[in-house]
């Protein structure tokens, strides 16, 4: 097992700009999520992957929006920064079906400071 | 919006103190997972629970999900400084399922 790995790891990004975020799945997992995370706050669910569509979308604009490859690999792009869009940004992969029972597999995340 | 508020949001104890989390929602949940976060890194599974009244342990940890699926508590015994970090519990909405949506977060710091 590879685990999730994510990149960059650190970005900083001007308001108004684009910035597209890269998550490599753990091997085996076909479902991917990605969250964002105030600092000290719990992860707020943005949307996850299946299949490469999306199945499911938290209460996030639709300047958010993602991609998930053959490879079960998965993009996040976010257009039109704003300066509350700083945040650590998770991806987490798990088996569909799997996060009840396995949970998700977390990536360390990339922190993104929007100036 | 999160649909799961913890308490206490920040909590500081001597080593070898007893402490509890607690997670409270008034949305039923399928199921619930406590989540453990260090600096730097991505939150890290402990356990899930799926049936109403059910406990469950892990060593010097004690997960108990409220008889109607609404709440969850996490009580750690002994407290040592390893035990540091952020407490995330995460319910799977009936109406959503297979996506879990987390708490505010409970960060805790063990003083050796």
């Known amino acids: 097992e590879t685990g999730v790995t994510q990149s960059p790891t650190h970005l900083i990004k001007t308001r108004g700009q684009q910035v597209t975020l890269r998550c490599s799945s753990q091997?085996?997992?076909?479902?991917v999520s990605w969250y964002q995370q105030a600092l000290g706050q719990g992860p707020q669910f943005i949307f996850q992957?299946?299949?490469?569509?999306?199945?499911g979308r938290g209460n996030f604009p639709p300047r958010f929006s993602g991609l998930q490859f053959p490879n079960y690999s998965s993009e996040l792009n976010v257009n039109a920064l704003e300066l509350d869009d700083s945040a650590l940004y998770l991806c987490?992969?798990?088996?569909?079906?799997?996060?009840?029972?396995?949970?998700?597999?977390f990536g360390s995340g990339t922190r993104l400071t929007v100036v | 919006t999160q649909l799961l508020e913890q308490s206490p949001q920040f909590l500081s104890i001597q080593e070898g103190e007893n402490l509890t989390v607690y997670c409270n929602s008034s949305?039923?949940?399928?199921?619930l997972q406590w989540y453990r976060q260090e600096p730097g890194e991505g939150p890290v599974l402990l356990v899930t629970?799926?049936?109403?009244?059910e406990v469950k342990k892990l060593k010097r940890l004690t997960f108990q999900f409220g008889d109607a699926r609404k709440d969850s508590s996490l009580h750690i015994t002994a407290a040592q400084p390893g035990d540091t970090g952020l407490y995330l519990c995460?319910?799977?909405?009936?109406?959503?399922?297979?996506?879990?949506?987390f708490g505010t977060g409970t960060s805790l710091t063990v003083i050796p």
């Open positions: 987490a992969s798990s088996l569909a079906g799997g996060p009840r029972d396995y949970g998700y597999t």
């Open positions: 091997s085996g997992h076909n479902t």
């Open positions: 992957y299946y299949r490469e569509e999306e199945n």
């Open positions: 949305s039923v949940f399928s199921s």
């Open positions: 629970v799926v049936t109403g009244g």
């Open positions: 995460a319910g799977e909405n009936f109406d959503t399922g297979n996506q879990f949506y």
